[in-house]
């Protein structure tokens, strides 16, 4: 039966972790300022079945190498199957060895078992990704394939995908093999740390707990009506660009009454972000600060959810955010 080929971050999505946003927002109206997990993919991944001999051997028939360009080219006949998910580590790694919780940078380039075409690559694209390592935060089969290995690593992925015909509407295979290289890994601070920066006139006034939990006391003042983005500590380390994947701390809070509607704090970990999927408020006010800080965020309704509002934010709020910037990946 001839399959209609899925794209190609379908084809791999799997050897990718499921994304993390934060105060995300949409052209409908309808984001949250939570943390959710999403996943782009809508192909399932068998990792249950024990691989048989068969799957072994195919994985084995694989070969690795590097190209002109550094990137690794796996070469393999097609087409190439296997029948559930299994990994072969290619090379060990002498680095720190992977933990759950911790957060890896990764390079991978996946290829499409029946036709041998690259399906994709982040060698190419400018730099590694960035996933916290943990049965929630990660697909299983990339989690598996990690956890206790090592940093300097190369690992081939075998993943087989169950998904639809676009044209028949039957249910068909199809399989994925991954090049992967352990980078780095990186270890996001406790809290905010840096040089204390004194208070600004007319802006809330922000009290830490004994754990570093902010809290505020709103100005009895009009909002403002443009974008405030004040560090309360400067921190020491890299600077934000819109590029980076975050990992913070925040609180948020209505600048109208001071009701507070979302807080990492509260849930108990940092949450994870590319600072590209979120309100332009963050985006715009977090690019360019370091890592380390804690900034007071005063966001106008126009770059925060509008007059939309979210199911936690009435319609043309001002929100108020405190932000301890952990990591920036």
């Given at each position: 039966?001839?399959?209609?080929?899925?794209?190609?971050?379908?084809?791999?999505?799997?050897?990718?972790?499921?994304?993390?946003?934060?105060?995300?927002?949409?052209?409908?109206?309808?984001?949250?300022?939570?943390?959710?997990?999403?996943?782009?993919?809508?192909?399932?991944?068998?990792?249950?079945?024990?691989?048989?001999?068969?799957?072994?051997?195919?994985?084995?028939?694989?070969?690795?190498?590097?190209?002109?360009?550094?990137?690794?080219?796996?070469?393999f006949e097609t087409?190439?199957?296997?029948?559930?998910?299994?990994?072969?580590?290619?090379?060990?790694?002498?680095?720190?060895?992977?933990?759950?919780?911790?957060?890896?940078?990764?390079?991978?380039?996946?290829?499409?078992?029946?036709?041998?075409?690259?399906?994709?690559?982040?060698?190419?694209?400018?730099?590694?990704?960035?996933?916290?390592?943990?049965?929630?935060?990660?697909?299983?089969?990339?989690?598996?394939?990690?956890?206790?290995?090592?940093?300097?690593?190369?690992?081939?992925?075998?993943?087989?995908?169950?998904?639809?015909?676009?044209?028949?509407?039957?249910?068909?295979?199809?399989?994925?093999?991954?090049?992967?290289?352990?980078?780095?890994?990186?270890?996001?601070?406790?809290?905010?740390?840096?040089?204390?920066?004194?208070?600004?006139?007319?802006?809330?006034?922000?009290t830490l707990d004994?754990?570093?939990?902010?809290?505020?006391?709103?100005?009895?003042?009009?909002?403002?009506?443009?974008?405030?983005?004040?560090?309360?500590?400067?921190?020491?380390?890299?600077?934000?660009?819109?590029?980076?994947?975050?990992?913070?701390?925040?609180?948020?809070?209505?600048?109208?009454?001071?009701?507070?509607?979302?807080?990492?704090?509260?849930?108990?970990?940092?949450?994870?972000?590319?600072?590209?999927?979120?309100?332009?408020?963050?985006?715009?006010?977090?690019?360019?600060?370091?890592?380390?800080?804690?900034?007071?965020?005063?966001?106008?309704?126009?770059?925060?959810?509008?007059?939309?509002?979210?199911?936690?934010?009435?319609?043309?709020?001002?929100?108020?955010?405190?932000?301890?910037?952990?990591?920036?990946?």
């Amino acid at each position: 039966m001839r399959t209609t080929r899925k794209t190609a971050a379908v084809a791999i999505a799997a050897i990718a972790a499921l994304g993390l946003t934060a105060c995300s927002s949409d052209a409908d109206g309808d984001a949250e300022a939570t943390v959710e997990p999403t996943s782009s993919t809508s192909a399932s991944v068998d990792t249950v079945a024990e691989p048989t001999e068969a799957d072994i051997a195919a994985l084995e028939s694989i070969t690795w190498t590097e190209g002109e360009d550094g990137i690794p080219v796996l070469e393999f006949e097609t087409p190439l199957e296997v029948s559930t998910t299994l990994s072969r580590v290619e090379t060990e790694g002498d680095g720190e060895t992977l933990e759950d919780g911790m957060y890896v940078n990764l390079n991978y380039i996946g290829y499409d078992g029946e036709t041998g075409e690259v399906a994709y690559d982040t060698y190419s694209v400018g730099g590694a990704q960035s996933y916290q390592l943990s049965e929630t935060t990660v697909a299983p089969s990339l989690y598996d394939a990690l956890i206790g290995q090592a940093v300097g690593s190369q690992i081939i992925l075998g993943e087989s995908f169950e998904t639809t015909d676009e044209e028949t509407g039957e249910a068909v295979e199809l399989s994925s093999f991954t090049a992967l290289t352990v980078e780095s890994i990186t270890t996001p601070l406790e809290q905010a740390e840096g040089e204390a920066v004194d208070p600004v006139d007319g802006l809330p006034v922000v009290t830490l707990d004994d754990s570093g939990v902010p809290s505020i006391e709103i100005p009895d003042a009009d909002a403002p009506t443009e974008l405030v983005a004040q560090p309360l500590i400067e921190g020491e380390g890299e600077t934000v660009t819109t590029e980076n994947t975050l990992i913070v701390n925040y609180t948020g809070w209505l600048w109208e009454d001071g009701t507070e509607f979302d807080s990492s704090w509260t849930r108990g970990e940092p949450a994870q972000f590319a600072l590209t999927g979120v309100i332009s408020g963050w985006t715009e006010g977090l690019a360019g600060q370091t890592v380390g800080s804690q900034v007071l965020l005063v966001v106008p309704p126009e770059m925060g959810y509008g007059s939309e509002g979210t199911d936690t934010i009435p319609a043309d709020s001002t929100l108020v955010f405190v932000v301890d910037i952990l990591a920036a990946l």
